[in-house]
């Protein structure tokens, strides 16, 4: 098969894949699971598979094993689907295999990255210009937040930690929320800085950081805050944090994986009041903004500190921005055009309604799901939202019907130590006749698990 037929192949079965996902269960059966490790075991063989042979196993014989969240009615973790204009874009990125760590190495890798990361901090109202990268997600980019942080707090204690490492340094502090999330404790423990050794703030019903209850800051304190909270999508009040840590000189970083997109509607700012204010943000691309994986962003207002966290190399500290010169990775895709062709396709307008009509998605849901006895235990201040059905073993039997079921793609949670079925509204596919589907489907696992 010639190249262009191979990549016409690729394009006609992800078309078919994408157009057929609406009539799928958004949970693969279990058939699907055993073909796919039936079909994919063995050592690697000696002689090579025709491409399009490798092509149609794939399509066939691993797409059912997979999960449908490109489709409207995957309401699992906080998984956005892919718009088509982003999708269409990273093919074509794909396609152009650009290395975008530095502007010599591609000129529209780089471009299109520094302009990507302005626009999205423009979209969630930002001081501009800002620092930062385009990185693989939330994750990292709460690394790479943190990495900065720790470079201009000992910097401004006299210690050079890109020399010298931690050892002998003078301490810092770390201040997190009770309801911190695990990716935050990662970065601490990658960076040295310990995820015990952390003061932890105790959080209100709702698992929003008590600001009234934070320690005594300083110079040497970093407090890390979380803007959408992964089971209640509850916000920090980053505004009384900031408060009381710019006084102090304290850093405040935000976690905002998929709450900071929340400040593209004016609609929400009583919930991201401040949140402008703080030193460092952490997002995700590929949740909310519903962008290919895997996407994140990571900016700060103090771009020397993290260029000295993330540069290594001389050439990194040029004058011109090398898009490796704020991240962990050096060689990477060209992240930027997907981010930039989803970015230019919505404009503020359409970001505001993917938000907005999220919510409102959300609301529906929580209704129907009050209809079918459910009770949800917090606020909905977002997209995010927790029921239960009267005891944990009944709430347990409704997920379990409901993931037997596959309609719908769900999580079974635990929050506080009780049971609860999580829904998050992330994907711009999810329609109201969706969320219909997600009732009577919550309706069925209800009158299943009597
Ligand atoms: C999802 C999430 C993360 C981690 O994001 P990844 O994309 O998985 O790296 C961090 N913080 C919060 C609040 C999240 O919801």
């Known amino acids: 098969m010639s190249e262009p037929d191979l990549l016409l192949d690729a394009a006609r079965r992800g078309i078919r894949y994408r157009e057929g996902i609406a009539s799928r269960a958004a949970q693969p059966a279990a058939e699907a699971i055993a ?33 449908a969240s490109t489709g409207g009615r995957y309401f699992g973790f906080v998984v956005g689907g892919s718009l088509p204009v982003a999708t269409a874009a ?24 520094a302009v990507a990361l302005q626009w999205a901090g423009q979209a969630l109202r930002l001081p501009e210009p800002i620092d930062g990268g385009l990185v693989t997600g939330a994750t990292t980019a709460n690394i790479v937040a943190l990495a900065a942080a720790r470079t201009a707090l000992l910097a401004k204690l006299g210690w050079d930690v890109e020399a010298q490492g931690l050892y002998g340094a003078p301490e810092l502090k770390l201040v997190v929320g009770q309801e911190v999330h695990d990716s935050v404790k ?48 509850a916000f920090d009040p980053v505004g009384a944090i900031v408060d009381k840590a710019e006084a102090a000189g304290a850093w405040v970083h935000v976690d905002g994986a998929f709450g900071l997109w929340a400040r593209a509607s004016r609609r929400m700012d009583a919930l991201t009041e401040g949140v402008e204010r703080a030193d460092s943000w952490c997002t995700d691309a590929h949740k909310w903004l519903n962008l290919p994986y895997d996407s994140g962003l990571v900016f700060t207002r103090h771009g020397p ?39 230019a396709s919505l404009g503020r307008e359409g970001l505001a309604a993917l938000v ?35 005891s944990e073993a009944r709430t347990e039997a409704v ?42 489907a919550i309706a069925a696992a209800v009158a299943k698990a009597g």
């Open 186 to 233: 990662k970065a601490l423990m990658v960076l040295g800085l310990g995820h015990a050794r952390v003061t932890v703030v105790p959080a209100d019903a709702e698992g929003r950081m008590r600001a009234e209850a934070l320690p005594p800051l300083d110079a040497q304190t970093i407090v890390c805050t979380q803007v959408g909270h992964v089971h209640t999508g």
């Open 356 to 390: 907005e009509d999220s919510c409102a998605h959300a609301r529906a849901l929580a209704e129907g799901c009050r209809r079918a006895g459910g009770e949800i235990p917090h606020e909905l201040v977002l997209n995010q939202l927790l029921v239960s059905f009267g």
């Open 399 to 440: 997920c379990r019907a409901l993931a037997e079921a596959g309609a719908i793609g769900a999580t079974p949670g635990r929050w506080r130590g009780e049971r609860y079925l999580g829904l998050s509204v992330s994907s711009w596919a999810t329609r109201a006749e969706d969320i219909e589907a997600a009732v009577q």
């Open 305 to 343: 500190a993290m260029k000295r966290a993330m540069s290594a190399w001389a050439p990194l500290l040029s004058e011109e921005r090398q898009p490796a010169a704020y991240t962990l990775e050096q060689s990477r895709r060209a992240r930027g055009v997907d981010m930039w062709a989803a970015l």
């Open 90 to 113: 990273n093919w074509l990125a794909a396609a152009w295999d650009q290395n975008a760590a530095l502007s010599q190495m591609s000129p529209a890798a780089a471009h299109l990255d």
């Open 35 to 67: 073909q796919l490790k039936a079909s994919f075991h063995g050592p690697l063989p000696e002689a090579g598979l025709a491409p399009q042979e490798v092509l149609r196993r794939l399509d066939e014989e691993a797409g059912p094993a997979t999960v």
